[in-house]
Each structure stands twice: as structure tokens, then as C-alpha cells.
């Protein structure tokens, strides 16, 4: 377990961030300490040269997986580099108008001061709120995972197993109020994650088994879990032979934030978890143990904390939040459970955490940029043919260049005050 | 750890004398799911048939089936399982605890397959067969993760590998008409992902099990953009032609090995040669050494002039091209084209299989045979109908993957620098 090179990678981390950055030393290069806002904008410009560099490259693969626009590069050139420009711009246009509305809508329907019609022009910003919703829990539990060391790559099947209580307590139970209801089955969604994640948490702590595989591992089991659960006489909708659950009960949905939007107050729970880990990690002895064992396991050990329970609480607390990312999908989007019900948003969940640098407050950006992208992924193929699958890549990418924030400054050439220490917080299999 | 077991009297390790129970407990429940659970229902005079002779071949010497009474042979197991159990729980196995862990799961699994075939003919050689035809690429994979592994580095990217290397291979190999161009460019792209590993972990000292992950996410994306963008408008395109089988003239023809090991196609007599070359290459060769020294300890390693990074470079590298041709195998070696996710992690089960191989190619290729072993066992049970619900056998591979990492890590040792960037002083 000594691992003088372990740096964590959120202590250590190279920019300063703004909030809570307050006691980094200044970078000595400069010659006097930067303002608050200055270190502020400091700390967004690599995610956001990140998120620029992914969306150019995204464009250059939709420019190289049009086959016609080889055929016609010999040819016509110039037409060829035009219309292959086109359909970039239209692919963005309609992913950005998709998350965000577009401007036309907005002003049609503040013209016509028809309360529905201004309620549908908001319709795209409800909708990047809803897929930003569970994103916002999948990333606290890739955050909170990181924070104590571990790298929770299971929050998509803590997702499902989440998924799975919710939706049981959501049908199964019946004649409640919704402010009974809905907590119970929110409830449930999280004890079903922290079940997922006791698993690695338990098996990492007495045997040592890398979390990176169980955890995927577990993934695909949770996934052919909920198979199998959906074809269960009981849980299945009644006379449909698709794996499809029966359909929640009303009282147990999150209630929309405004009527005829999809946008709901699971979102604001989202916010409230945030705040509930932000607290957790930076204001309770818990949180201090687990960054201290994340940080420097052997001198956490030494000063007599339990490495053991550390890891299996963080794994569960992880879990559980995973899990309340499932919640926020059956009990606020599709109100039923699927096989699909996740498509990645686990994955995403790594992205935003590494984008956030596993602070808990910048989460709530990340979330938002990837909720964003994930409401325009649908518009955009449907206008465009653009498949979804180009936001995986996106998203891949913005990973990559968050993650080894000196490729971005070498693309872009922006002087470092200081490099400092590795950032490392993997280990090899067997410590 | 275990040696204190065999020592009653001298220091007694608490840790070991717990799992000694704790495996104690495991066979006698094994000796009772196969004495009360798998005999209900089953009539005294059933028998179970395993056919050890291929369907439909004419050559070979002719073996008969092997009919096993089914009742007797399940009391039989549960016999021998309870008996290991005793013996366990009472004074331990010591130092042969995993020999004899093998045993009783194998012994269990052979009831579990008599129990499955009651009334019916189970081709067990087809089991065998297909034991490792999928224990093919996870081999690959594993051999791609201990050639980065004994450099230093830790390769999470075997899955987008494999998945990116299948792709292109049949995109490549239909695109051209000749799969051999196929596989040569699958292995290209594995090293083309294989430097971007290395460029990220190297060169940026990126969290390694990020940047893998990176790359894995980066896979899955890309070739399911390309697959939904280009090949459903052109399906020529994911029509590859697959590489045919190649049997060996006389050791095809043994009983069992034969069709086992000498009859399947290029890929599997490439993995053997692969296996061989690293094999010699990691343990009697310079090359090795040094590869070695990298990965426990580099800086020792740069003191006698080993260029550390370069090497480190190189058996990424490497890794890349092994698990792109591994992957190649998906497409031109099995099912002939391309589908969305077709790897299903394997490249992870690979991973977990150069761990159970102790980071040793023939190790690696062994794990991989217990690992295709489930894999297969699960596909021809659920042929069979049996009373246990599909998606449950489906968990096997990865609950098996599971099992093993859990069991092993820590009494296998990992490259020493596993995993650590390297920085010149």
C-alpha cells in the first residue's frame, strides 16, 4: 500500500479552481497574486478549450464518415469542403437548438403571448434539465468514488439495480400519499445502488479485488439482472411479452417543476445532493476519512482510520447515488423500467466527475453540458441522420482532453504557472 | 499467507484459518445442492449421454459416447465434494488448497453438466470445441494486457481494442476482398490506440485506468457512429469473408485434442505461436529482461541504460496490435460481421484472465480455457432448456471473472511498477 507517487489527483490538483481553492499557494511565476476571477477563469479554460477540441474533432468524423463527400472531393473541391462544412453546422445547429431552443421560437412565442407556446419554446432547456438530472448523480458517485481513491466504473449497473427497487416500490406499493410515496421509492432506488456497490466496496476491502473489474464485471450482471426481472410474472406489464415493467403509480413520480414540461423536481434533488456531498466530503470526520484514505491510505491507517470501512461506506454511498440516477429516469422520464434504461449515463458519469475534478459543485455544470448534449443527440439525428452515438465520441474525447489537461495546453500553447505532481490514483492490481 | 495453515501451533494467520472455513463451508454446499437440489425430480434408472465424438465427422478414431448413470454420479459428487469439505474444514490442505479447489469445482461441474443432460445427449466435445473457440480472443486480450502489464503499464483498453479491431477488420476486409488486408489493418489500428495509450500514459502521465477508459468510451462511440452512419446504408461493406478451417492432417484426428486444438482456423494456430514467442521472448531473451525490469522497477532498470520509456512505448504498442488482431477475430475469425458491442466485455474477462494467469502467457491461456469453458457451458445449456433461467448462465462468465479476481489478487503478484508513471530524475 506505500505509494509515495500516489498524488490525488483533486488535492493536487494543477489549476486552482476558484471556491475552495483558497488555500493553493499563488503560482510563483506571477508577479502578483491573480485576482479571485482571474484563477476562476484560469480553472474553466481547460474544460472549456476541452469541450471545443472534442466538438472540432466530432466534426471531422462527420466530415470523414460521409462517404459521398470522397467521391465528390476529387471532383469539386471546393463544393465538397461547402457542403461538408453545411452539414457540420446543421448537425451543431440542430444538437444546440435541441438542448437550448432556438431563438426564433423564443421570440414567436413571447409574440403571441400564448402561455402554451411559451411553454413548448422551453421545451428543449426542460428537456437538457431532465437528462441532466441522473447525470448529476451518476457524476457525484464517480466523484465521490475518486475522492476516497476509488474509481466507481459500475454506477451504470448500480444504476439498474437502483432502477429495479424503485420501480418495484413505485408499482407495488399503492394507496400512499405522493410525499410518502415518492421518498419511499426514492429510497428504494438508493438502497438498491448501495447494495450494488457494497459488492466491490466488500471485495475490495477483504481480498483486494481492483474495484475496476468487479465493478464491471458487475455491470453486465446487473444488466442481465434486470433481463431477467422484466420477464418475472409480477413485474412484467401485464399482457405485453417485451421486457417492460408494469407502469409506476402516479403518487410515486417527481413532480414537474412546471405543468406541460417534462422537467421535474428531481433535478432539485439533484442540486440537494450535491450540496449533501459537498458537505459530506469537506464538513464531516466521514468525508475526512475518506479523502484521507484516498489521499495517503498508509497514513491513514496510522492515524487509525479504518481503511476497510471507508472503502465499503464510499462504495455504497457511491451506489446509493447511482442508484438515485436511476430513480431520476423511471420515476421521472420513462415512469416504467426497461432494458435500456440506462444507455451509458454511468460512463457519462466518469466524464463529468473528471470534468469537474470530483469537486461536487462543479458537477453541477458538467451534468448540465452532458444533459445538454444528450437532449440535442435526439433532434439531431432525427434532422439531421447524425447518429447519437457521435455525442459518445464527443463525450469520449472531452474525457481525454479534461483528464491530461497538458495536451490541452500543448494544443493550445498556454504557459503553465507550475507543472506539478503526477496525477495518479490508480494503483496496480494487486495493492 | 497459507503456510501458516499447515502449522498448527505456530502463529496462527486468522485471515487464512477464516477462508480455510469459509472454503470448508463451499465444498459441503456444493456436496448438498448436488446430493438433495439436482437429484429431485430425477428417476433412478436415467442416465446422462455425452457425446465425445464430433457431429458429422467422418475421421478420426471412433469413440463411444460416454453414458453415465445420472443418479449414482450426482450421489457420487456430492460424495467427494463432502468429503474434500471434511477434510478441509478439519485439517486443512495447505499449501495444494487451490489444486484441490480446482478439483471440487471441476467434480461439481461435471455433476452440474450429468444433471443437465438427464434423459438427454449432451455433446461434450462440442463444449470442448467451443470452450476454445471463445477462450480465442479473450486470450488475445490477455496476452495484449501482460505485454503492456510486465513494461509498467496497465492496459484497461483491451475491450475498445478488440471492438475497434473487429470493426475494421471487417470493414477492411470487405471493403477490400481480401481478409488478410482485413486482419493486417485491425492490427494497425490496435497499434494506432495502442500509441494513444501510451502517448497519454507516457507521455502526459494520464491516469492510466482513465486513459483505457477513455479509449474503451472513444470505441464504443466511433464504431457505432460508423456502423449506424455508413454500414446500414452499405451492408457490402460488413460482408466479409471468414477465414476457413484449416485442420492439421494427422493430430486433428486425436480423440478430443484434435478437434479441440488442431482444427480450427489461422487465428488459432496464431494464438499458439504468440503464446510461444512471449513465452521465450518475456523469460529467455534479453528483450524480456529488460521488459521485465522495466516493469518492476524502472528506475534500477535506467540506471544500467535501459531505456525505460522507449520500452514502455514499444510493449504498448505491441499490446495494441495483439488485441487489434484478437479482435479482427470477432468479425473474420467467427460471425462474419460487424454488430454494435460484439465484444460484450471480453476484453475486461481478458484482463481478469493475465491476472489468473499470474501475468504468464501460458497462464494467461489456461484462465482463458476456464473462462471460455463458462462461456461455452452457458451457450450450449441454454440450447439444451434447461430448468435455470437463461440470463442467469449469461451472468456465469462474468460471476466466474468475479470469483477469480477476488480469490487471487494479492496471492498473484503484479508487476511491481504496475500502473505508476516514470519519471527521469
Known sequence: ?431 | MTAAVAAPGAIVDRGAVRRQRIIGIFYLLLAAIAAFVLTSGIAPEATSTFALKPAGSKTGLDIPNLVVPSVVTLYAVAALCGFLGAIQLVRGFGTRWAVVLGIAVAVFVFGFLTWAAVGKSMSLIGILQLTVVKALPITFGALSGLLCERAGVVNIAIEGMLLTGAFTGAVVGSATGNNIVGLVAAGFVGAALGTLLAVLAIRYRMDQIIAGTVINIFAAGITGFVSTRVLQLHRELNEPQRFPQIPIPVLSEIPIIGPMFFSGNIFLYALFVLIGLIHYGLFYTRWGLRVRAVGEHPRAADTVGINVLGTRYRNVILGGIVAGVGGAYFTLGSTGSFVQDMTAGRGFIGLAAMIFGAWTPVGAFLASLVFGFADAVQARLSILNIALPSEFLLMVPYLVTIVVVAGLVGRVRAPAADGRPYEKE
Open chain 1, 1 to 431: 500500500m506505500t505509494d509515495e507517487q500516489h498524488v490525488d489527483p483533486v488535492i493536487e490538483a494543477d489549476l486552482p479552481t476558484g471556491a475552495g481553492s483558497a488555500g493553493e499557494p499563488p503560482p510563483p511565476a506571477a508577479a502578483a497574486p491573480p485576482s479571485r476571477l482571474a484563477t476562476a477563469v484560469r480553472g474553466l479554460l481547460v474544460p472549456v478549450l476541452a469541450v471545443l477540441s472534442a466538438l472540432v474533432i466530432g466534426a471531422i468524423i462527420i466530415v470523414l464518415s460521409d462517404l459521398t463527400f470522397f467521391e465528390r472531393l476529387s471532383a469539386d473541391p471546393g463544393g465538397a469542403l461547402g457542403d461538408a462544412l453545411g452539414s457540420v453546422w446543421s448537425a451543431y445547429g440542430a444538437l444546440i437548438s435541441g438542448a437550448l431552443g432556438s431563438p426564433g421560437a423564443y421570440v414567436e412565442a413571447f409574440a403571441s403571448g400564448d402561455s402554451d407556446q411559451i411553454i413548448s419554446a422551453f421545451n428543449p432547456i426542460s428537456e437538457t434539465l431532465l437528462a441532466a438530472t441522473p447525470l448529476i448523480f451518476t457524476g457525484l458517485a464517480v466523484a465521490l468514488g475518486f475522492q476516497c481513491g476509488l474509481f466507481n466504473i459500475g454506477a451504470e449497473g448500480q444504476l439498474y439495480v437502483g432502477a429495479v427497487a424503485a420501480t418495484f416500490v413505485g408499482f407495488a406499493v399503492t394507496g400512499l400519499p405522493w410525499f410518502i410515496h415518492l421518498p419511499l421509492a426514492v429510497a428504494a432506488g438508493f438502497a438498491g445502488g448501495a447494495i450494488w456497490g457494497f459488492v466491490p466496496g466488500i471485495l475490495k476491502a477483504k481480498t483486494g479485488a481492483h474495484e475496476v473489474i468487479v465493478t464491471i464485471m458487475l455491470n453486465y450482471t446487473a444488466y442481465r439482472f434486470v433481463e431477467f426481472i422484466l420477464k418475472l410474472p409480477g413485474y412484467q406489464r401485464e399482457g405485453r411479452s417485451d421486457p417492460i415493467s408494469k407502469v409506476t403509480e402516479a403518487s410515486s413520480w417527481y413532480p414537474p417543476l412546471i405543468e406541460g414540461l417534462r422537467a421535474n423536481w428531481g433535478f432539485f434533488l439533484g442540486l440537494a445532493a450535491v450540496f449533501a456531498v459537498s458537505w459530506l466530503l469537506f464538513r464531516s470526520t466521514k468525508g475526512f476519512e475518506f479523502r484521507a484514505v484516498g489521499f495517503n491510505p498508509s497514513a491513514a491507517r496510522y492515524a487509525g482510520m479504518s481503511i476497510a470501512g471507508s472503502t465499503i461506506l464510499a462504495m455504497m454511498i457511491s451506489g446509493g447515488l447511482a442508484g438515485l440516477a436511476g430513480t431520476g429516469i423511471v420515476l421521472g422520464i420513462t415512469r416504467s423500467l426497461t432494458s435500456g434504461v440506462s444507455a451509458g449515463l454511468g460512463f457519462d458519469g466518469i466524464a463529468i466527475a473528471l470534468m469537474a475534478r470530483a469537486r461536487p459543485r462543479g458537477i453541477i455544470f458538467a451534468a448540465l453540458l452532458f444533459g445538454a448534449l444528450r437532449a440535442g443527440a435526439t433532434p439531431m439525428q432525427s434532422a439531421t441522420g447524425i447518429p447519437i452515438d457521435l455525442v459518445v465520441v464527443v463525450q469520449a474525447l472531452v474525457i481525454m482532453f479534461v483528464a491530461a489537461p497538458a495536451l490541452v495546453r500543448g494544443i493550445y500553447r498556454i504557459r503553465v504557472p507550475e507543472a506539478t505532481g503526477t496525477e495518479v490514483f490508480s494503483k496496480g492490481w494487486g495493492s
